[in-house]
């Protein structure tokens, strides 16, 4: 495991955090939520029929001893989770509304989350992006002052390690948008020892084409120096200026970044979603992620082509996040 998880483990172990995993039948789930709990890192909360649940873990031979499997139909605080769902939801969802919803794994594994039985939660190995962040929108909601949610890789090679920002939720930001991607982008790369460095991407390097999608890059980064003035953030780049320290000499002379970001915010999720995948097929990156950022507790959304190494290590992170 790369040092940047093995700084993770350290800083969540012993400390107490339950982690939520709906898609308590999934091979992949169960087998990372075993390895967890018998590692000591945390205690992972696994949805489902318990039969069920315990059946498949028979199956493909792993102990879930340390694992809390609990059944949304048989659990004991229910009713308790039914008022609490229909107060947040104000007015949306009667009782009747909130006990059939309940019963799904992830509107109950978040309503975990949301009442403090459960310090975050990590589901999409079987279930699609909305399936996972709708839940968290409805109940847990973004953190005050920001507007989106917003999800971002960390990629990782050997001892090198980037934030990719947005490569899955927003499909067209806006200024405001982007800024405020920009600033909790920051905040995600601090939690993994990354003191940031923000360049907003475009095709064109300080004001080497003008047109409304690089002005939008141009405002992004106004923006953001406004809202968060002790933020290394500038812009408009394209990726060669701000990574490569030869080629910012040239493009941007006076610019606050030398080649030297750490912290990628793309203009748009087509540029995002292809620029990592990019980096993760063709330059060997491990991507992490994605990771989802701005809410008031942390859901994580898996690729339903993950792997069960995929699982454990956005566990990992969504306990760091709970810090």
Known sequence: MSNLFTTLTDKVKGKELKIVFPEGTDERILTAASRLASDGILTPIVVGNVDEVNAQADKIGVKLDGCDVVDPASFPGMDELVKAFVERR??????EDAKKILLDGNYFGTMLVYTGQAHGLVSGAAHSTADTVRPALQIIKTKEGVRKTSGVFIMVREDEKYVFADCAINISPDSQDLAEIAIESAKTAEMFDIDPRVAMLSFSTKGSAKSPETEKVVE????????????????????????????????????????NANVFVFPSLEAGNIGYKIAQRLGNFEAVGPILQGLNAPVNDLSRGCNEEDVYKLALITAAQAL
């Open 220 to 259: 992004a980064v106004s923006v953001a120096k406004e809202k968060a003035p002790e933020l290394t953030v500038d812009g408009e780049f394209q990726f060669d200026a701000a990574f490569v320290p030869s080629v910012a000499e040239k493009k941007a002379p006076d610019a606050d970044i030398q080649g």
């Open 90 to 95: 104000k007015g949306k969802a009667t009782e």
